[in-house]
């Protein structure tokens, strides 16, 4: 395929905080001396007792340990509200977008401070303590961000669950976390539909050994619930009866924040913990870099609070850089398909971070949708979650961002923190589809399946070789799993999972999982090259490609295509999308097998899951693993039901 480049704009090389000779020249800085480097990035944030080690990090097998900043305290909610104060306390900090258009509110950090402290007294009132863990099962309303916040500030960790969650799966997070105690709404309110949230936690509570103790229900919608006795307590009964002031507790920088379970692509859900100074260093290090946050911006990140993205670039990042964040309760397609560009209008976004899934399902409604929006304020755009196809990506700079706004393809993972590659707006020129180069104090590298470091332009397996403030600690209960997740595979490195191409202009490209990768003939190839020729077909809305058994290649391509709405399937587009593929890659890369498939099974966070698929394909779907973070179990039934017949 011909490789497009975009230059860095000359409004953005001007005014970015980085240009491409800076960034080399901090870059080659954070590599040389990581504890100078960090040493002045922690000032970034305002510590308590100032740290005096920076980084004390072993990849030792057996003796996997990860400690920043360690003998420096500060406390989270301090650096993301009360040190903002003096100078923003009438400052918009959080605005927020309801689910239905009438309804919006902007919160500023003042009034943000008083709702921290009073979610935090509730929270002490019903005895958690520093090391407590809390489960959070809320919709994207002010009061997720203010029990979060609350938690950092008394030193109990959060836990939060993605309010899509069924009973069962918020029980086994509750369980595996030990939290006595669960936050909630009555109701939540998602595209005009309510999502039963308390009768959810009603359902989770005997399926949890030892039951919860507490549960604190946020009345989000008014819907008929049932309180009970000596468990559950209405929030605002709870917040009348206490103080508007809280005082931050003194934490250690490796306390923990939280942990959080990642999203389930490729197996069991793994409880992830993250600690305090590095990881609210990391995040806003990155926030202000690569979304070149600047004072007064208006910035919008569309992920959900149940995931990292929503940890860390809702909240944490643009809280502890006094930014502007916009936070919203709906759907992109609610009321209408133009959702996402009318809020950007209503609320004067300039700087917009959203998902390939939602791209990709946008892209599907036609051109007339965005363009009948004004979208005049948006300087920058951003993907994260999967690899983003290059005709995804094109269809974004230049529908919705009238190719005037450069995107950022953001790689990182539940693990990381916070972004490890991505461009940066103002210094990096841009290749669809390649989340390009390393943030500060990041080493990537390309080893193959022995583990020996590749040089130069090669494909193989991503790990990264240092630690970086951001980083994981371990897993929630089970270091064991921690080592041999990350650590186990390639001595004295840290793991992604993912597979990676770098390029001649040392440009990383993900291809996606290594589990997924495919060996045609000897071949072996990534699913996202295969699905981005796919998807460049006009008439393909969404592909996913996994391998099967072959007799005679090995593996063969075995690929589920969505169409556009509107398109027929039939015998004569399959011979056709084999020939497109074909003429995109090469013959290796042909499909053997085309099924056409109405929805693809997906996590709730929106990424594919090609382990079901694969499993599908092997002929294998009695056994599919664990399926509980599925969005819709019913799309993999209508899969087996018609899958294609190998012989
Ligand atoms: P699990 O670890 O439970 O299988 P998951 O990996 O989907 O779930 P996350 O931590 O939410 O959980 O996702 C991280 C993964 O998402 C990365 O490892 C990568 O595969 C993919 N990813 C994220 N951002 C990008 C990106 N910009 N380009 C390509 N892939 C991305
Ligand atoms: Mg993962």
Same mark, same amino acid.
């Given at each position: 395929m011909t490789e497009?480049?975009?230059?860095?704009?000359?409004?953005?090389?001007?005014?970015?905080?980085?240009?491409?000779?800076? &960034?080399?020249?901090? &870059?080659?800085?954070?590599?040389?001396?990581?504890?100078?480097?960090?040493?002045?990035?922690?000032? %970034?944030?305002?510590?308590?007792?100032?740290?005096?080690?920076?980084?004390?990090?072993?990849?030792?097998?057996g003796k996997v340990s990860i400690k920043w900043y360690e003998d420096g305290t500060t406390n989270v909610a301090y650096n993301c509200v009360d040190r903002h104060l003096?100078?923003?306390?009438?400052?918009?900090?959080?605005?927020?977008?309801?689910?239905?258009?009438?309804?919006?509110?902007?919160?500023?950090?003042?009034?943000?401070?008083?709702?921290?402290?009073?979610?935090?007294?509730?929270?002490?009132?019903?005895?958690?303590?520093?090391?407590?863990?809390?489960? $959070?099962?809320?919709?994207?309303?002010?009061?997720?961000?203010?029990?979060?916040l609350a938690c950092a500030r008394i030193g109990a960790m959060h836990s939060v669950?993605?309010? #899509?969650?069924?009973?069962?799966?918020?029980?086994?997070? $509750?369980?595996?976390?030990?939290?006595?105690?669960?936050?909630?709404?009555?109701?939540?309110? %998602?595209?005009?539909?309510?999502?039963?949230?308390?009768?959810?936690?009603?359902?989770?509570?005997?399926?949890?050994?030892?039951? !919860?103790?507490?549960?604190?229900?946020?009345?989000?919608? *008014?819907?008929?619930v049932t309180m009970q006795d000596g468990r559950d307590v209405w929030y605002h009964d709870e917040a009348a009866k206490v103080s508007g002031h809280c005082p931050p507790v003194e934490v250690k920088a490796e306390d923990p924040l939280f942990l959080l379970y990642t999203s389930g692509s490729t197996g069991k859900p793994k409880g992830v913990l993250h600690t305090t100074g590095g990881y609210l260093v990391y995040a806003s290090m990155?926030?202000?870099?690569?979304?070149?946050?600047?004072?007064?911006?208006?910035?919008?990140?569309?992920?959900?609070?149940?995931?990292?993205?929503?940890?860390?670039?809702?909240? &944490?990042?643009?809280?502890?850089?006094?930014?502007?964040?916009?936070m919203f309760e709906g759907i992109p397609t609610y009321p209408t398909i133009s959702r996402f560009w009318e809020v950007i209008d209503k609320h004067k976004v300039n700087i917009f971070y959203t998902a390939p899934t939602a791209i990709r399902s946008l892209m599907g409604a036609g051109e007339e949708a965005v363009t009948k929006t004004k979208r005049k304020s948006l300087r920058l755009l951003g993907s994260v979650g999967e690899p983003i196809n290059p005709e995804a990506w094109e269809w974004y700079h230049r529908v919705v961002g009238e190719r005037r706004c450069p995107i950022v393809d953001t790689?990182?993972?539940?693990?990381?923190?916070?972004?490890? !590659?991505?461009?940066?707006? #103002?210094?990096t020129k841009l290749k669809p589809g390649s989340a390009t180069r390393p943030f500060f104090g990041i080493r990537p590298e390309i080893v193959d399946a022995e583990g020996k470091v590749l040089e130069g332009a090669v494909e193989g397996n991503l790990v990264i070789s240092e630690s970086w403030p951001g980083q994981m600690r371990t897993v929630y209960g089970d270091h064991k799993r921690f080592e041999e997740t990350y650590f186990?595979?390639?001595?004295?490195? &840290?793991?992604?999972?993912d597979g990676c191409r770098r390029d001649a202009d040392g440009y990383y490209w993900i291809t996606g999982r290594v589990d997924d990768v495919?060996?045609?003939?000897g071949h072996r190839m990534g699913t996202a090259e295969v699905e981005s020729a796919l998807v460049a077909h006009p008439k393909v809305s969404e592909a996913a490609v996994v391998g099967y058994p072959h007799d005679i290649?090995?593996?063969? !391509?075995?690929?589920?295509?969505?169409?556009?709405? *509107?398109?027929?399937?039939?015998?004569?587009?399959?011979?056709?999308?084999?020939?497109?593929?074909?003429?995109?890659?090469?013959?290796?890369?042909?499909?053997?097998? !085309?099924?056409?498939?109405?929805?693809?099974?997906?996590?709730?966070? #929106?990424?594919?899951?090609?382990? $079901?698929?694969?499993?599908?394909?092997?002929?294998?779907?009695?056994?599919? #693993?664990?399926?509980?973070?599925?969005?819709?179990?019913?799309?993999?039934?209508d899969l087996v039901a018609n899958r294609q017949n190998k012989r």
């Open positions: 497009m480049i975009y230059d860095v704009p000359a409004s953005w090389a001007k005014k970015a905080y980085l240009n491409d000779a800076k &960034y080399k020249k901090m &870059y080659a800085a954070s590599i040389k001396d990581p504890d100078k480097f960090w040493g002045e990035q922690g000032k %970034r944030i305002d510590w308590f007792k100032p740290y005096s080690k920076v980084r004390n990090a072993s990849y030792k097998p003096p100078t923003r306390a009438k400052q918009t900090a959080i605005i927020w977008e309801g689910d239905d258009p009438s309804e919006s509110k902007k919160i500023t950090y003042g009034q943000l401070y008083t709702e921290v402290c009073k979610f935090a007294n509730v929270l002490k009132a019903k005895g958690v303590k520093k090391g407590d863990r809390v489960t $959070i099962y809320l919709p994207m309303i002010p009061e997720a961000a203010y029990a979060m669950v993605f309010g #899509g969650f069924s009973p069962d799966s918020l029980a086994s997070r $509750i369980e595996d976390s030990d939290s006595k105690i669960v936050i909630t709404a009555d109701e939540g309110l %998602r595209g005009g539909r309510s999502v039963p949230l308390k009768k959810n936690v009603d359902a989770a509570d005997p399926k949890v050994k030892g039951g !919860i103790e507490t549960v604190i229900v946020v009345k989000r919608t *008014g819907g008929n990155t926030h202000q870099y690569v979304f070149d946050y600047h004072d007064g911006d208006i910035y919008w990140c569309t992920a959900d609070v149940g995931w990292v993205t929503g940890h860390s670039y809702i909240l &944490y990042g643009p809280l502890a850089n006094g930014a502007t964040t916009l790689w990182w993972q539940t693990e990381t923190g916070g972004i490890l !590659i991505s461009p940066l707006p #103002g210094a186990a595979t390639y001595p004295n490195k &840290y793991f992604t999972g495919i060996n045609v003939s290649k090995g593996q063969g !391509i075995y690929a589920y295509v969505t169409l556009m709405a *509107g398109e027929n399937p039939s015998a004569d587009l399959k011979k056709e999308l084999v020939t497109y593929v074909r003429n995109e890659i090469g013959p290796i890369a042909s499909p053997d097998l !085309i099924q056409f498939a109405p929805g693809l099974p997906k996590t709730r966070s #929106g990424k594919i899951m090609r382990r $079901i698929l694969r499993k599908i394909a092997e002929d294998e779907f009695g056994a599919l #693993g664990d399926t509980s973070t599925l969005a819709d179990p019913a799309v993999v039934d």
